[in-house]
């Protein structure tokens, strides 16, 4: 059995949580924004590959309570086989975390690791560094005075899914959609409509998870480049993830107001291999909520504060009405925190980050 820590954004702990659950992985502690498990080796492939909702996964390699002193966490990090898990010629990358621990000093922590590595390493007398490619991310944390030495096994954030193309405005990272998706409370078989679908990313994530798609199936992690982690690993796991997708009939809808941004949510969704399944188009959304009098919203309204050419207000105290007048179900992600008081609908608030914003989820109920 080996340990491991997925990090995720604050108040997505409990989402992250079920997912390691749904493979019966074993939780061992929760945090603010970490999740610990422990599982086989699979699990690296498993759960880089089922990367809905978190951002990293960091294979622990070692984990010592009570490092109170530089000499002794020295030892620790200079004991560990290097050889073994920096391939050669790779450059390194020594971050650090330190939270209420008498080893406190970032630089010097990153520092001390570096040089006890170096000194176990007996191919290459010196760490390369900064480069961006070939890179080993080996991350310290200090928690409590317990040490845990880590791998970086994504690599990119795992939010960054592959099939995104970047020229929407404010666009939501792609595990806080798929968030936001499960939070409305969709089943799957009503339609759904994102009426500001900027990028397109909800309506994207929508489909990859009504159809259960592992949204890492096309893209890359640190691990594959690392020989003591079996080839065949990888291939098993997409495998064993193509087996569990569904091919139904799922009637998913996006419009915005500005065209480019639909022209470049289509591409991105026809990069993703959507192109048919999601009917894109350029619309106000009062004209395309007139027709989707009794659907599935899940959208992200111009916020103001980041976008403030648009009506932001005008247009979120129209969807408090809306929400009130019609049978629309669903809800939308935003920093108003008077959006309920618009209305005269009662809403789920859940309290979500958007970037550094923090924001409600409002579900009607
Ligand atoms: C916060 S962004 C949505 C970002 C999107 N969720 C994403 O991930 O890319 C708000 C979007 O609302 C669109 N918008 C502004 N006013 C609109 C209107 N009256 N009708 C429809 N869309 C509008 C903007 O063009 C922008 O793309």
Redesign the pocket.
């Known amino acids: 059995m080996y340990n491991y820590l997925l990090t995720s954004s604050l108040w997505l702990e409990a989402l992250v949580k079920k997912e390691v659950q749904k493979q019966w992985y074993e939780i061992t502690e929760v945090q603010d924004k970490a999740i610990y498990f422990s599982a086989g080796e699979e699990a690296i492939a498993r759960m880089n590959l089922w990367s809905r909702f978190w951002n990293v996964l960091y294979f622990i390699v070692w984990a010592a309570k009570r490092v109170r002193d530089f000499d002794a966490y020295f030892d620790i990090v200079y004991q560990q086989d290097w050889r073994k898990y920096i391939p050669e010629g790779f450059e390194v990358v020594v971050n650090a975390t330190s939270i209420k621990s008498e080893l406190w000093a970032i630089s010097t922590l990153q520092w001390v690791a570096k040089k006890a590595i170096v000194k176990s390493l007996v191919w290459e007398g010196k760490l390369r560094e900064n480069s961006d490619k070939w890179v080993i991310e080996i991350r310290i944390l200090m928690d409590n005075d317990t040490l845990r030495i880590m791998l970086n096994t994504s690599g990119d954030g795992l939010h960054r899914r592959w099939y995104r193309e970047l020229t929407?405005?404010?666009?939501?990272k792609e595990n806080i959609?798929a968030a936001l998706v499960i939070l409305s409370g969709w089943k799957y078989k009503q339609p759904l409509y994102?009426?500001?679908?900027?990028?397109?990313?909800?309506a994207i994530e929508a489909l990859m998870i009504a159809k259960n798609i592992a949204p890492g199936m096309k893209r890359r992690f640190a691990f594959q480049d690392w020989n003591w982690i079996s080839r065949e690993l990888l291939d098993e796991e997409k495998k064993r993830a193509e087996s569990k997708q569904f091919d139904g009939e799922y009637k998913i809808y996006a419009?915005?107001?500005?065209k480019e941004?639909v022209e470049s949510?289509k591409r991105s969704a026809s990069f993703a291999g959507f192109a048919s399944e999601i009917e894109f188009s350029c619309?106000?959304?009062?004209e395309?909520l007139r027709k989707a009098s009794s659907w599935y919203i899940v959208?992200?309204?111009?916020?103001g504060i980041?976008?403030d050419e648009?009506?932001a207000e005008g247009?979120h105290t129209w969807l408090a009405e809306i929400f009130a007048q019609t049978d629309i179900q669903g809800g939308i992600i935003s920093s108003d925190l008077e959006f309920e008081k618009r209305g005269k609908t009662k809403f789920k608030k859940r309290k979500l980050y958007n970037g550094w914003e923090m924001c409600y989820f409002y579900r009607k109920l």
């Open positions: 929407g405005q404010a666009p939501l959609a994102d009426v500001f679908c900027g990028s397109g990313t909800i419009s915005d107001i500005r941004v949510a619309q106000d959304y009062k395309a959208s992200n309204p111009p916020y980041r976008l648009d009506d247009i």
